[in-house]
């Protein structure tokens, strides 16, 4: 089973238990939030919209992560597509340089002090 299917089979058992919960307490209640106030409102509808309100804030949560990450991953690939274009280049012998510099000029030899 794979790690979706588990969260999915998570998600849809706990929808249930909040379903069921919700139908087993339908008497109607009081509600005050900050400045507002409802009266007789049934405790299914309450719970429901509770639970849809908290799971689109987790949703909406879990998208900024994930665009986040997203970019980073994107920046980071440059990064690597970069730096392996330029180990290419360094590691690519160039014939000019190292026919130069594998041969010591003359005047090295005079000013080492031993010649």
Known sequence: MSRIQ????LALFCAVLVAVFAVQNN????ITFLFWHFGGISKVLVI???????ALLVLFLGFGQYFE???RVRRLEGEVRGLKSELEKLSQPSEPASAAGST???DFKKIGGSG
């Open 104 to 106: 010591p000029p003359s």
């Open 27 to 30: 008497d109607p209640v009081d």
């Open 69 to 71: 990450k997203t970019r």
């Open 6 to 9: 588990f969260y999915f089979i």
């Open 48 to 54: 429901l919209v509770s639970t849809v309100v908290g």
